[in-house]
Every structure is written in C-alpha cells, then in structure tokens.
C-alpha cells in the first residue's frame, strides 16, 4: 500500500474548444502540503472543481485512498473525506459565523437533519456539542467573531470563516482555492 492520499493520472476537462486540464498526474502523499501554481486561466480552479466532484473528468482518474472519485457527485465526494473552499468566499448568505461552521457539519452528515427538525432530547445535546465544535475550529483559525452575519465581516475573515467550515467535516483532504 503506496503512502499516497491522492493519485491523479490523466486527468482532463475539456470545455467546446478549451482544454482547461490536460492529462495532469499527479501525487498528494498523506500528511503533506502542497501547492499549485500557474498563471490565471491555467486550470486551478478547474482542477480543484474536478477532485471534488463539481466537474466530471473527460478522461483520467482521480484515487482517494484507493478508490476512484471521477463520476462521483460532490456530496458523495465531501462523504469520502475531501473539502474545499472556493476562490471567491460563497458563504451563506444571513447566517451568523457560528451558523456557517455549524452548517459544514449538517452537510457532511455529522449531525443528523431530520432530528434537527423535531428537536428530541438527543438533538439538543447534539446541538450543543456542535456549537462547540464549530466555536473551537473557529478559534483555530484565528476569528474571534461568533454571532454577527458573515457577510458583514472583512473579506480575509470570511475567508478563515470558509476554512472553519470546510474543517467542520473532519475532511482527510482539504483544497483551498486561493
Ligand atoms: N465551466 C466552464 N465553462 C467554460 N470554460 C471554463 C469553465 N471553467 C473553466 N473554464 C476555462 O478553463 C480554463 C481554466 O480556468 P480555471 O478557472 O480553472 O483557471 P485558474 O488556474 O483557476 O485561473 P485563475 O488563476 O484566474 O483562478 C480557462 O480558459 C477557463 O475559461
Ligand atoms: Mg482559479
């Protein structure tokens, strides 16, 4: 069993007459960091949009632990243990910054959404230990805000926001795009 996180080979979009990403291999071992430069329109994006799921690739493959993600859909893809955050901040829009983080782990499936709807006894400590979760990562990455509406927030704030969100999975593999 090879070291590798990631394994990407032959990796390609092609949009009408575009080729954005054009047969990339390439090897994110586990426990590592690692960067991707290239001059704008160079496929970053597109890239990360393909790891994840919100492209399907016209050829190549994309091993996460062994198992291939092409063709998968983002959900599924975020299940797997991989996260994102995106190059202009998409935050949701008239949610507190505690909310946002909090939402990360409703659409990872850390909290159950049907029991959020009719607030059992379970649902209530499960409630609170999110929030506590969700204020704990965001002290992790340096926000000090809890209650105010993200959108209100300095862009870099926003951005750490979306970090603590993305962490808020409990993700294996985490691709920040810008
Ligand atoms: N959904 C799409 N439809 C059509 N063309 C697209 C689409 N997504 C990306 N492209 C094209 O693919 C190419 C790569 O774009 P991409 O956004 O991946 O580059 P990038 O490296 O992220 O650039 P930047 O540094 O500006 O963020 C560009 O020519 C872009 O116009
Ligand atoms: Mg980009």
Redesign the pocket.
Known sequence: MSDALLTIEGLT?R??G????NGVDMVVPQGTVMGLM????????????LVTGF?TPDEGSVLFEGDEMAGLAPHQISRRGITRTY?NVRLLSGFSVLEQVVAGMYASRKASSLSSLVMWPGERRERHECLERADALLARVGVTERRELAETLPYGTQRRVEIARALATDPRLVLL??
Do not use: W
């Not at 575009?18 to 990403?21: G, L, N, S």
């Open positions: 979009k949009f009408g575009v080729t954005a990403v290239g001059p704008n329109g160079a496929g970053k994006t597109s890239l990360v949009n492209y190059q795009d810008e």
